[in-house]
């Protein structure tokens, strides 16, 4: 007992007072579309899909190429930034992403492409459809006005993850991060919950067990989508014979955090903007 | 022909050329079907076999059949033998031998779940893949089953759980939403108070068709899926998956990547195998240890971050070598951070040994015997703490583990105690190895160059001792060259009838601490 004691007094406290603004080797890549010219280097690259290139309409002598790159699906293994012979892939150390939509993680513009040499000319970055970043903030609010805010009780729901995602949500309660100073607890039951914390490309086998947790959670519930596979189906694609996909596919998500896993300050940060503490930022 | 093949050829008394060579450590043995129980008696009596893995595969666009396969480690020859069977689509049906070895259970389950063919003589042969409103006749992994489209919900009663009776007896069901943080299953008690009677397993929730996905993707992309099969398993899945087509292909991996390869799995599986003490010490509720463990597992990933740049040793395996070289001084970081946390460590697991209050809840629950698992063909940590003596780093070496020099503990008792030790003492191992690794790396390149294409037509076997246990992937090329099946084996498909079996006797409270001792994957099961 008197070991655990001086241990413990030796030890001090671990929880780091603030742990935001850590950055990484590597959070997400970032895209210099005035350097891109539109090949498919990177496309092929990527093994989940995460930046592809469409063809929208034939302009003149010229195609008009979308070009897109999309945090929702990136598991930040880095092979577009190696594979790009023109150096316009960057990589950003900021990792606490997280976005109110699917189309909010995503950037997009358009390129004139020749046919002949297959190279694009930059036009511009295209508009996301939907809400912009603040004005989602501002409904979510809304909708959890007066009732969330100060303490957020949190049903997580693997619904086919690897297990990755879940060994960085569970660190997130450990005493460097320690969660539950910011009024976040895991709870185990959904009826106790505020907000669903969901993992996982929701499999054909979760989809009736997480509508039922959905329907056994009190209003007004939040439901956040973690990890490349929760936000868009990941590495295991979607609609296939045993995944759905992202979780929005099965609910309506109020909260996106990307990453193969998001670290967990990612996590944290996202349960915040689900608090509606913080703002949801996709590039710093 | 080789000494091996000769004295495999004895054993299972067939002509010695039929015995062929595979790739290096690998044997392959062509038999017809109806023959397997008696083969697989020889192998496991008179060769001392371990089934490893057992698995179709659909060869009806070359041969017009589909093909069964078997895994066998045979660790006093050092090698693996491989035994398939053609199967015929018109009566797809092959004799069981469940009975006889039921390691082979589920893995045939599986098989006539996924591919229809028909395990003759099983002793249970209902589904075990397949959820009840899966409809009849779908076979997901035959190719002429459309895998990029939703499948239509039908209803069923295939998983009857066992009824009971009596006064004050009654079921318990629990999940697949469980309520920790953990991945879903089912279990369904039936319990006398608080005794446990039995416990029935519904698993395949976080069925994601990883295997049939392979089949979809450039073989160099295989690596990230791979990493992906069980999240805290990443090095060693996608080392299972590399291994098995570098094998292929022929591909040298250099002795610097080797080393460095051995560094990112050992670090996998020490910090896997803190943070199972420090949950086990949750699960009784020691909750000083167990926050000191967590501490102690941040750290190390905090280290791994610092000097690979990914927490969970995530994007550092590819195929032909490693992601990133390990510089000086990563390397000297390494042995920095390691030795604190040597001392931490002994520190930690003093306290949790000298403690009574700890100790009386581990001495005892969910004990495995030696016989039983031997029996159920359980592998990997689960097998070493039953006085099973097994590790494929020693018996069949993989990367630089044949020049290295570590024991493999075994312990007698079976029970979560017995679970925790070997845990322990592997960490002990872990650590003089990477000191070894450490203390000078190969001067050679981190990867090899790799060819445009694999082999057309060829199949490998890749297999890695990872935390848990053994992975093993199998894979086999096309006409063109592409993945055509890619096969994996958890750990945990081997151990789940392990906790079922020790479960009866226990209480339910103890429940927690003795599924945690085993800690087995649902995602690396379920796929
Ligand atoms: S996002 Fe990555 S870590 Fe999370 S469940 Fe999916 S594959 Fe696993």
Redesign the interface.
Same mark, same amino acid.
């Given at each position: 007992m008197l070991?655990?004691l001086t241990?413990?007094l030796r030890?001090g406290t671990?929880t780091e007072a603030g742990p935001f603004g850590g950055q990484?080797?590597?959070g997400f890549p970032v895209m210099d579309f005035t350097r891109c010219v539109a090949c498919d280097a990177c496309t092929r690259a990527c093994?989940?899909g995460a930046i592809r290139a469409e063809a929208v309409t034939p302009v003149l002598a010229h195609v008009l190429t979308h070009v897109s790159l999309s945090y929702a699906a990136c598991?930040?293994?880095?092979a577009c930034v190696t594979a790009c012979p023109e150096q316009a892939i960057s990589v950003s150390p900021d990792i606490e992403v997280a976005a109110y939509s699917r189309d909010q993680l995503a950037r997009t513009a358009s390129f004139d492409v020749n046919p002949v040499t297959g190279r694009g000319t930059y036009r511009q970055v295209e508009l996301a459809p939907g809400l912009s970043l603040a004005d989602a903030a501002a409904q979510l609010k809304a909708r959890i006005l007066g009732r969330l805010g100060r303490s957020l009780h949190v049903r997580?729901?693997?619904?086919?993850?690897?297990?990755?995602?879940?060994?960085?949500?569970?660190?997130t309660?450990?005493?460097?991060y320690d969660l539950e100073r910011f009024g976040i607890h895991?709870v185990?039951?959904?009826r106790h919950a505020d907000a669903l914390l969901v993992t996982?490309?929701v499999?054909?086998?979760?989809e009736v #067990?997480l509508r039922k947790?959905y329907e056994a959670t009190p209003e007004p519930r939040v439901v956040v989508a973690v990890g490349a596979c929760g936000c868009s189906g990941?590495?295991?694609?979607e609609?296939?014979?045993? #995944?759905?996909g992202g979780v929005d596919r099965v609910l309506p998500v109020d909260v996106y955090i990307p990453g193969?896993?998001p670290?967990p300050q990612a996590i944290l940060n996202g349960l915040l903007v689900a608090m509606g503490v913080r703002e949801a930022r996709v590039n710093r | 022909m080789t000494e091996h093949a000769a004295t495999v050829a004895a054993a299972l008394h067939v002509p010695a050329h039929t015995v062929r060579e595979g790739c290096p450590g690998e044997l392959l043995l062509e038999v017809e079907a109806r023959d397997f129980p008696v083969l697989a008696d020889h192998v496991s009596h008179d060769l001392q076999g371990r089934l490893l893995s057992l698995f179709a595969s659909d060869d009806r666009a070359h041969t017009g059949q589909f093909r069964l396969h078997q895994v066998w480690s045979l660790p006093q020859l050092h090698t693996f033998l491989l035994l398939t069977a053609p199967v015929d689509p018109a009566a797809p049906a092959v004799p069981s031998i469940a009975a006889t070895h039921p390691a082979a259970n589920w893995f045939e389950r599986e098989v006539m779940d996924l591919y229809g063919v028909i395990p003759e003589g099983h002793p249970n042969p209902t589904r075990v893949a397949l959820?009840d409103d899966w409809p009849d006749n779908a076979w997901?992994l035959r190719k002429d089953?459309?895998?990029?489209?939703?499948?239509p919900r039908a209803t069923g009663d295939h998983h009857p759980f066992r009824p009971v009776t009596g006064e004050g007896v009654f079921q318990v069901p629990v999940g697949?939403?469980h309520?920790?943080?953990?991945?879903?299953g089912h279990f369904r008690f039936g319990v006398a108070g608080e005794p446990i009677l039995y416990l029935q397993l519904r698993l395949?929730?976080?069925?994601?068709?990883?295997e049939?996905?392979f089949e979809r993707?450039p073989w160099r992309?295989g690596v990230?899926?791979a990493e992906?099969?069980?999240?805290?398993t990443?090095v060693g899945h996608a080392l299972a998956y590399a291994h098995a087509i570098e094998r292929l292909g022929h591909i040298e991996v250099p002795p610097r990547a080797q080393a460095i390869r051995v560094v990112l799995l050992e670090l996998e599986r020490i910090y896997n195998h803190t943070s199972d003490i420090g949950a086990i010490a949750t699960d009784v509720a020691f909750t000083?240890a167990a926050?000191?463990a967590?501490?102690l597992?941040?750290r190390l990933?905090r280290t791994h971050?610092l000097v690979f740049?990914?927490?969970?040793l995530?994007?550092t395996i590819s195929v032909g070598g490693v992601?990133r070289d390990l510089l000086p001084s990563g390397r000297e970081l390494l042995q920095t951070r390691l030795r604190a946390f040597e001392t931490e460590f002994e520190?930690l697991f003093g306290?949790l040994v000298d403690a009574g209050t700890f100790t009386d809840r581990v001495d005892g629950p969910g004990t495995l015997t030696r016989q039983a698992a031997q029996d159920l063909g359980i592998v990997g940590i689960a097998a070493r703490a039953s006085g099973i003596d097994a590790d494929l780093r020693r018996d069949h070496p993989h990367d630089a583990f044949a020049g290295l020099q570590f024991t493999v503990p075994v312990e007698d008792g079976g029970d979560v105690r017995a679970r925790l030790m070997i845990r322990a003492r592997e960490i002990e191992q872990s650590l003089a190895i990477l000191n070894q690794v450490l203390r000078v790396l190969p001067d050679t390149p981190w990867a090899a160059t790799l060819p445009d294409a694999l082999p057309a037509r060829a199949s490998a076997l890749g297999w890695v001792e990872a935390w848990r246990g053994p992975c093993t992937h199998w894979v086999a090329t096309d006409d063109h060259g592409a993945l055509t099946r890619v096969k994996v084996t958890d750990p945990s498909s081997l151990n789940w009838p392990a906790l079922v079996h020790v479960m009866p006797g226990n209480i339910i409270p103890d429940f927690p601490v003795i599924n945690k001792s085993f800690n087995l994957?649902?995602?690396g099961n379920d796929r």
């Amino acid at each position: 007992m008197l070991g655990i004691l001086t241990k413990s007094l030796r030890t001090g406290t671990l929880t780091e007072a603030g742990p935001f603004g850590g950055q990484a080797s590597f959070g997400f890549p970032v895209m210099d579309f005035t350097r891109c010219v539109a090949c498919d280097a990177c496309t092929r690259a990527c093994p989940t899909g995460a930046i592809r290139a469409e063809a929208v309409t034939p302009v003149l002598a010229h195609v008009l190429t979308h070009v897109s790159l999309s945090y929702a699906a990136c598991i930040q293994c880095r092979a577009c930034v190696t594979a790009c012979p023109e150096q316009a892939i960057s990589v950003s150390p900021d990792i606490e992403v997280a976005a109110y939509s699917r189309d909010q993680l995503a950037r997009t513009a358009s390129f004139d492409v020749n046919p002949v040499t297959g190279r694009g000319t930059y036009r511009q970055v295209e508009l996301a459809p939907g809400l912009s970043l603040a004005d989602a903030a501002a409904q979510l609010k809304a909708r959890i006005l007066g009732r969330l805010g100060r303490s957020l009780h949190v049903r997580q729901v693997d619904a086919g993850s690897c297990n990755g995602c879940e060994l960085e949500i569970a660190a997130t309660a450990n005493p460097y991060y320690d969660l539950e100073r910011f009024g976040i607890h895991f709870v185990a039951s959904p009826r106790h919950a505020d907000a669903l914390l969901v993992t996982g490309p929701v499999t054909r086998n979760m989809e009736v #067990a997480l509508r039922k947790t959905y329907e056994a959670t009190p209003e007004p519930r939040v439901v956040v989508a973690v990890g490349a596979c929760g936000c868009s189906g990941g590495l295991f694609g979607e609609g296939t014979y045993a #995944a759905i996909g992202g979780v929005d596919r099965v609910l309506p998500v109020d909260v996106y955090i990307p990453g193969c896993p998001p670290r967990p300050q990612a996590i944290l940060n996202g349960l915040l903007v689900a608090m509606g503490v913080r703002e949801a930022r996709v590039n710093r | 022909m080789t000494e091996h093949a000769a004295t495999v050829a004895a054993a299972l008394h067939v002509p010695a050329h039929t015995v062929r060579e595979g790739c290096p450590g690998e044997l392959l043995l062509e038999v017809e079907a109806r023959d397997f129980p008696v083969l697989a008696d020889h192998v496991s009596h008179d060769l001392q076999g371990r089934l490893l893995s057992l698995f179709a595969s659909d060869d009806r666009a070359h041969t017009g059949q589909f093909r069964l396969h078997q895994v066998w480690s045979l660790p006093q020859l050092h090698t693996f033998l491989l035994l398939t069977a053609p199967v015929d689509p018109a009566a797809p049906a092959v004799p069981s031998i469940a009975a006889t070895h039921p390691a082979a259970n589920w893995f045939e389950r599986e098989v006539m779940d996924l591919y229809g063919v028909i395990p003759e003589g099983h002793p249970n042969p209902t589904r075990v893949a397949l959820h009840d409103d899966w409809p009849d006749n779908a076979w997901a992994l035959r190719k002429d089953f459309p895998g990029e489209q939703p499948v239509p919900r039908a209803t069923g009663d295939h998983h009857p759980f066992r009824p009971v009776t009596g006064e004050g007896v009654f079921q318990v069901p629990v999940g697949p939403v469980h309520a920790g943080i953990i991945e879903p299953g089912h279990f369904r008690f039936g319990v006398a108070g608080e005794p446990i009677l039995y416990l029935q397993l519904r698993l395949f929730y976080v069925h994601k068709g990883i295997e049939k996905r392979f089949e979809r993707l450039p073989w160099r992309h295989g690596v990230y899926l791979a990493e992906s099969i069980s999240g805290d398993t990443a090095v060693g899945h996608a080392l299972a998956y590399a291994h098995a087509i570098e094998r292929l292909g022929h591909i040298e991996v250099p002795p610097r990547a080797q080393a460095i390869r051995v560094v990112l799995l050992e670090l996998e599986r020490i910090y896997n195998h803190t943070s199972d003490i420090g949950a086990i010490a949750t699960d009784v509720a020691f909750t000083v240890a167990a926050s000191r463990a967590q501490a102690l597992r941040e750290r190390l990933v905090r280290t791994h971050d610092l000097v690979f740049g990914t927490r969970l040793l995530r994007g550092t395996i590819s195929v032909g070598g490693v992601r990133r070289d390990l510089l000086p001084s990563g390397r000297e970081l390494l042995q920095t951070r390691l030795r604190a946390f040597e001392t931490e460590f002994e520190d930690l697991f003093g306290l949790l040994v000298d403690a009574g209050t700890f100790t009386d809840r581990v001495d005892g629950p969910g004990t495995l015997t030696r016989q039983a698992a031997q029996d159920l063909g359980i592998v990997g940590i689960a097998a070493r703490a039953s006085g099973i003596d097994a590790d494929l780093r020693r018996d069949h070496p993989h990367d630089a583990f044949a020049g290295l020099q570590f024991t493999v503990p075994v312990e007698d008792g079976g029970d979560v105690r017995a679970r925790l030790m070997i845990r322990a003492r592997e960490i002990e191992q872990s650590l003089a190895i990477l000191n070894q690794v450490l203390r000078v790396l190969p001067d050679t390149p981190w990867a090899a160059t790799l060819p445009d294409a694999l082999p057309a037509r060829a199949s490998a076997l890749g297999w890695v001792e990872a935390w848990r246990g053994p992975c093993t992937h199998w894979v086999a090329t096309d006409d063109h060259g592409a993945l055509t099946r890619v096969k994996v084996t958890d750990p945990s498909s081997l151990n789940w009838p392990a906790l079922v079996h020790v479960m009866p006797g226990n209480i339910i409270p103890d429940f927690p601490v003795i599924n945690k001792s085993f800690n087995l994957s649902y995602s690396g099961n379920d796929r």
